[in-house]
């Protein structure tokens, strides 16, 4: 609906007609106008509310200068139920934007703004018509949920009908990011977009190397249409049977290197399930699958592992699919490990979500819906088999070849998993972006059909990379420092999975996101995010050296519930004093510390020794100074000057942030990317920094 | 310790700890195997408590600070008095005469004498009346714990109670007993004399009923966790049903809701409150001590912490010996043990969990006093009583457990580097998503502590770092001033320094008023939801209420008969003095001649007097008829039973009579009818007989 915007009044009114709100043509103008005037600057409003809606200006206005925002909906004596509590609601006015749903609370003394994008709504549903007002329940997809309750049936109708088409596009031209405009030279969002260069990635690795090559096979997509034009097979693999293999392997996808472990050559490869049938077999496949053993000569054998049940698998067969038979390939040694498909997994967080939403739920309840839901066992499946896959190239020196059914779900999963366990770049901020634009965005994990950013299939979505980004989290659950980022990292990253802001997620594949322009007209996720790097690091992070492969324990009780995503919004579930929050202050203070410091010792004429005092708290504090030299701060691995903290609108940002609950990260960094021109400059030694790191 | 043996041809001795440690010991040797098994059984089970370690021990440090002497009851009395002069000191239990379980010295109310105290004694369970527990210095409420009141099944009522628990109102509030009991626990615990305050006698007061489990259901719940933590399957189901299904996060849910409950009532309610349970030295205990650390922020100290334990646990009564025997591993079932304790400890680290800067001690800290609980060389949680440990001499013949801790060197490995005093209530959250299993103790030995361990170093460095930082500024600052001012130099240099350190301060003071205003926010939220709950549950009371009334009608019959004639007393009282009054008045009037007014008054006074007499004789007669009514029914309801029963039996008895009979008739019947059979085989046999011999005799005639 908000590509009303060149449409005009005319057509604004028509499509109004259509929207079967009985209203007479009259009617309409006035509604027009109405909002005419409200996106000129909010100016009826603000004379009814100067103070509250001064925020509002400033939120909106920028980010959608008048000319721009055509289509508006206002409605007033809108109250926001809280989801757990039976306490008094707050009272306020409901905004619809071009891309959000904004509710100003007028009720409470502390201006309090609740921003949900249109792309975040799962669903949205009338419940039953109530003494209270028509009320409007939201479903997001990052686990947001509001109740809203609207005072006249028909506001709510227009309301909910509104939001139906706002959240469900259906031309791809209808994403946030294809109107997404942060005022950014086209220069730097190319730089942006090259942020991240893969083949950097394959150096680190050592690769090109005698065994291994990156070869343009497929650069016109002939090979498979849903991978990269460039890919990585081993050196032996000829044409011929790269092209022979992909006639043998479901879409044409073919194995490739995935990862490989420079320590002792054992490589991780992925691919899709064979066409095999119950007894055909492909010579080239089978060649194939002999050049990646021959590429790890310190091993004799190589495991084949099907992610799928062995159930699913064999299930395959009738359709012409299935999985290699031992016999068959040289070597190798096949093994199941039973991640469940798409579907289970849709509904386990289906069961996850409602256990979330009970109201005032028995610890028994809580307990027995989240074994019902079984998602902690689909997690800890995801784990075990990444988990087998790090101790097999480490411990067993053996390459494995993982695939499931199109080796895009399940597998993407397994191997980037299993990557991040073994190397501790990936366990970066850059390695992480890489780890994804590798292994989910550049090999067709279907992003856009799992994530429902259009008007699609329902069947297709599932929480894949939901499980991925948990995965993580529980791994750092059990390795506090060795992550380089924290939980808001992620939690940020799953949010732009689905906010469409960016282009990085859309589409299913290269190829889709080439034709859909995604890289001259949107921009990329990671600049932004790196800007925003001091509050997303992990204060205890000991350093890129410090750990190397992690060994997780996989018992079940070692993985948590994660309330920090799934309740994310309940915030009177979470602790009250938040140790991160307070540690990344005591981050930024000491920066400011060491600049006074300085300052001070330069002040001081005679420095020779130690000040008398100071050398009496030198001694006290001496032994924890002493064991971990003051050098081996997280700080320093930061690689950052001290000047971009300092020149104080990220602690200013930070403030915002604080005190505006459930605050759209967008529109913050709107605004922040308006206000700041330098950031581009930041972003830039960002990824001059970032390079030397690959080496 | 508890140890159990396993023989194969190498000896193995399994050892499983009290702190839920499992050791294996591999010795060469049965013989020796076998000597060292029963060497370990034998002195992991002493029966006598002077054999104990604590009596052995003898300490390697100097003692800095005597920890029996560090928690005075006169000592803290002395902070109470500072504030408020509304109690006083008791010593009535000196010689442990009056309350076995109880210290020497308590605090009650001042205006309530010790003969009081002495009859209150005797109407609650074991003796203990109720005491000041905690005084909540910001509205000068109180919670106050007792036992549960002896009221058994005929409603005794002990005046002198009702004048103690009154006594801690305020003029006009009303006050709330929290009993730890469901209402069904306490209503069949009438049955074996004890009971619950009834509305009728403690009309200031409102009773909430909070269930929290004791004893052996909480013993199983913690064996069958520790069982689902040792399980090394790798079945996720598996874990987490046998996670729920030992109830252990229920009943953490349930004492910290009801310890909240009670905070809150105190706090938000401005009411204050009494607690009990059955003994009042359990749950009771859960819920004071627990709603004292969210109130106070002194009880989130390392002191101020064992200050409470010392006061709400030791000298308190909690049976230390009996619960805390075995530990989870114990073979035979042990009637007393129970984790009542433990359970305590978990309240407490999940409540530092969600609170992570506002305790001065960190979750070791908590450990520590777990394991000490269970085994120590120290005597401080020795015997189950004040009483108990006075006997046993233990100041004199053990060593304090505080005397230990409250060494600077080993105080420091139990304070959270986090902490920042702050002196807000804190509400915890208590939604299962809030709640989580306490891996330092349950998990501690099933999984390694390394990365954990590192990055809690990591946390205590940048803290340290920055303090130190800190430090060095400000005294480079001091410095540059000095030698300023020394030299003489221009004060708008000084007036820059002191810009800047102001700035300093500035940013640090808005920083802390950040994070107090978004703890206070937070708590705002929580407090709201809080109240929320306390709606809940008190819907859920007046539920329970609504069938405690239809459950006590009976009595609340008598009640309101009582009220009635109250009110037609008053009005009868009233009705006879307007009478007086007119006949008065019209007297005086008749008398004005003859002058004899005083006496008449005095014969009507007497009149009046005589009539109120009557007037209460009769209700009196009244109430006890009612009351014999009552018991009348009561028994005639009894009779009815029992008569019923009888009639019961006797039908049952006749039945069964009737069943022998018919039994027997059919017995008699099958008898005859085989009688009659065998009659009949015989004679078919005859007649066989006969007919072969008549064959016999044909075949001899025919031959």
Known sequence: MWALQSKGKNSWIEERKQLGRALSHKQCHVQYNHHLEFSRGCQRLTNHRPRQLARLQRSVLPAYPSERVEYTQLVENVKLLDRYTNRRAASGTLYLTATHLIYVDASAEVRKETWILHHHIATVEKLP??????????????????????????????????????????????????????????????IGWKLIDLKVDYQRMGIPNDYWEITDL?????????????????????????????????????????????????????????????????????????????????????????????????????????????????????????????????????????????????????????????????????????????????????????????????????????????????????????????????????????????????????PVFTQFIECVWQLMQQFPCTFEFNEHFLLEIHDHVYSCQFGNFLGTCHKEREDLKIFEKTHS???????????????????????????????????????????????????????????????????KLEDNASELENKLPFLDGPLPSEACYLSKVGCAASKTSMLNTPQDYQGEPPAVLSNGISVGDANVTSDVEQKNKENLANRRDLHRNDSVDVLNSEAKDGKPQHH | MSCSRFLGSVGTIIIKCKDLRIIQLDIPGMEECLNIASSIEALSTLDSVTLMYPFFYRPMFEIVEDGWSAFLPEKEFEVLSSVTDEWRLSYINKDFSICPSYPPVVIVPRSIDDETLQKVAVYRHGGRFPVLSYYHKKNGMVMMRSSQPLTGTNGRRCKEDEKLVNATLRPGKRGYIIDTRSLNAAQQARAKGGGFEQEVYYPQWRRIHRCIERFNILQESLIKLVEACNDQSHNMDRWLSKLEASNWMTYIKEILTAACLAAQCIDREGASVLVHGTEGTDSTLQVTSLAQIILDPDCRTIQGFESLLVREWLQAGHPFQQRCAQSAYSNSKQKFEAPVFLLFLDCVWQILHQFPCSFEFNEHFLVTLFEHAYASQFGTFLGNNENERSKLKLQQKTMSLWSWVNQPEELKNFQNPLFEANSLVIWPSVAPQSLQLWEGVFLRWNRPSRFLDEAEEEMRRIIDYNRFLLDKVNSMRKQIMQTETEDGMDRMQEVQEEQEEQEVQKVQEVQEMQEVQEVQEMQEVQEMQEVQEMQKVQEVQEVQEVQEVQEVQEMQKVQEVQEVQEVQEVQEVQKVQEVQKVQEVQEVQKVQEVQKVQEVQEVQEMQEVQEMQKVQEIQEVQEMQEVQKVQEMQKVQEIQEVQEIQEVQEIQEVQKVQEMQKVQEMQKVQEIQEVQKVQEVQKVQEMQEVQEIQEVQKVQENP
């Not at chain 1, 003494?131 to 709510?156: M, S, W, Y």
């Not at chain 1, 109708?157 to 994403?175: F, R």
């Not at chain 1, 925003?532 to 690091?537: A, D, M, N, S």
């Not at chain 1, 919004?569 to 000491?590: E, W, Y």
């Open chain 1, 129 to 190: 018509l109530t003494t209270a007002g028509c009320p409007l329940l939201i479903h997001c997809k990052n686990f947001h949920v509001a109740h809203f309750v609207i005072g006249q049936e028909r506001d709510c109708h227009e309301v909910y009908t509104s939001l139906l088409k706002l959240s469900q596009p259906v031309k791809p031209e209808e994403l946030y990011a294809f109107s997404y405009n942060p005022k950014m030279s086209k220069d730097n969002r190319e």
């Open chain 1, 218 to 462: 497929n650069k016109d997509y002939e090979v498979c249409s849903t991978y990269p034009p460039e890919i990585v097979v081993p050196r032996a693999a000829s044409k011929a049977t790269v092209i022979g293999s992909s006639r043998f392997r479901s879409r044409g996808r073919i194995p490739v290197l995935s990862y490989l472990y420079k320590e002792n050559n054992a490589a991780i490869c992925r691919c899709s399930q064979p066409l095999s049938g119950f007894s055909a077999r492909c010579l080239e496949d089978e060649q194939m699958l002999q050049a990646i053993r021959e590429a790890n000569p310190g091993s004799p054998f190589m495991y084949v592992v099907d992610t799928r049940p062995k159930l699913n698998a064999m299930a395959n067969r009738a359709a012409g699919k299935g999985y290699e038979n031992e016999d068959n390939y040289d070597n190798i040694r096949f093994k199941f490990i039973g991640i469940e498909n798409i579907h289970v997994m849709r509904n386990s967080l289906q069961k996850l979500l409602e256990v979330c939403e009970t109201k005032s739920p028995s610890m028994s309840d809580f307990l027995t819906g989240l074994e019902n839901s079984g998602w902690l066992r689909h997690i800890k499946a995801v784990m075990d088999a990444s988990v087998f896959l790090a101790k097999a190239v480490k411990d067993e020196k053996a390459s494995v070849l993982v695939h499931c059914s199109d080796g895009w779900d399940r597998t993407a999963q397994v191997c980037s998993l299993a990557s991040l366990l073994l190397d501790p770049f990936y366990r970066t901020f850059k390695g992480f972006m890489v780890l994804i634009e590798k292994e989910w965005i550049a090999m067709g994990h279907k992003f856009s059909h799992r994530c429902g950013h259009l008007d699609g299939d329902p069947k297709e979505v599932s």
């Open chain 1, 525 to 591: 996720l990671w600049p932004f995010l790196l800007q925003k790097k001091q509050e997303l690091r992990n204060p205890l992070y000991r350093g890129f050296t410090a750990y190397k492969e992690l060994q997780p324990n996989t018992l079940p009780f070692s993985f948590q519930f994660w309330c920090g995503m799934y309740n994310r919004f309940d915030k009177g579930m979470h602790p009250k004093q938040c140790v991160l929050d307070h540690l990344l202050s005591c981050m930024n203070q000491k920066i």
